[in-house]
């Protein structure tokens, strides 16, 4: 059976709110979205990546996603992209996992 532990690419299992939000603002202090051209602005907060942040309310059309070369994607082997209209790394995992069956 897979664990939350197996694909938790920011190690928030276990975290403290207090060192969940110290590792959002992280995350989104390193952001590169609002260099993007998929991004609207405005939007906030980015890192959309992040577990909680949730998708973006404004941005529906996809362009580009530069992910993959930020250094927050980097440091924490994410392995999806456009998580601001597809969400979460987590939840992209999440549902892959369901669509590739037991
Ligand atoms: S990986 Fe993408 S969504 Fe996550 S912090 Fe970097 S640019 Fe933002
Ligand atoms: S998640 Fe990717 S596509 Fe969306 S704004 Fe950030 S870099 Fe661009």
């Known amino acids: 059976m897979i664990e939350l532990s197996d694909f938790d690419r920011f190690g928030v299992e276990g975290m403290t709110k207090e060192e969940y939000i110290e590792k959002q603002e992280d995350v989104v202090k390193n952001c590169l ?13 980015t890192g959309y990546c992040f577990p909680l942040v949730g998708t973006s309310r404004i941005i529906h059309a996809e362009k580009n996603c530069i992910c993959e070369t930020c250094p927050v994607y980097k440091e924490n082997e994410l392995d999806h992209t456009f998580y601001c209209t597809r969400c979460s790394e987590l939840c992209q995992t999440q549902k892959k996992q369901v669509l590739s069956g037991p």
Do not use: H, L, R, S
């Open 33 to 45: 979205c609002m260099k993007c051209p998929t991004y609207v602005k405005g939007d906030a907060p």
